[in-house]
């Protein structure tokens, strides 16, 4: 039975458009991942992921979950992206980009890793109609994004 082992909640920045996850040990951030982040949401490498946000004036809901074998398509999902992930530090750094990062830990290893869409529609209307150069705290978080880990095979 597939079981989640772990889950780790924040509040992020989308600065410059967006924000990285990345091994600790991977320091240097691939340009190339912002165009086909930006056609469908989220790319990878193998040690980095890159998410462009659908608006960047208030924070996004991210959510980093690990499994012990590959979870379930989330329900309500705008989108999704698949893609390989190595962590050998267990280190997983969030990278606000020129905002700061944090880390956290995980299991080290080699994963499987899905990265899920949910309110990138209504974020987007609401920065469309948003008026003042302060967002309003009451929809940061409309915009979520649940990064799923499970070993790889």
């Not at 809901?61 to 190595?86: F, H, I, K, S």
């Not at 020129?98 to 899920?116: F, L, Q, V, W």
């Not at 209504?122 to 948003?130: N, P, Q, S, V």
Request: hydrophobic residues 35%.
């Amino acid at each position: 039975m597939t079981q989640r082992l772990s889950q780790y909640q924040a509040l992020v920045m989308p600065d410059y458009g967006g924000f990285d996850l990345y091994d600790a040990e991977f320091d240097i951030r691939d340009d190339y991942l912002i165009k086909p982040a930006r056609a469908h949401g989220a790319a990878g490498n193998g040690r980095e992921v890159c998410i462009v946000c659908a608006q960047t004036r208030q924070r996004v809901e991210l959510v980093v979950e690990t499994w012990t074998a590959e979870p379930p398509l989330l329900d309500n999902r705008e989108g999704y992206q698949e893609m390989p992930m190595e962590i050998p530090t267990g280190l997983l750094v969030i990278s606000e980009r020129t905002r700061g990062a944090r880390d956290i830990t995980i299991p080290k290893g080699t994963y499987n890793s899905r990265i899920s869409f949910f309110g990138r529609t209504a974020a987007h209307e609401m920065a469309d109609k948003a008026v003042s150069t302060a967002p309003p705290s009451d929809h940061e978080g409309t915009e979520r994004y649940i990064f799923q880990m499970w070993p790889a095979l």
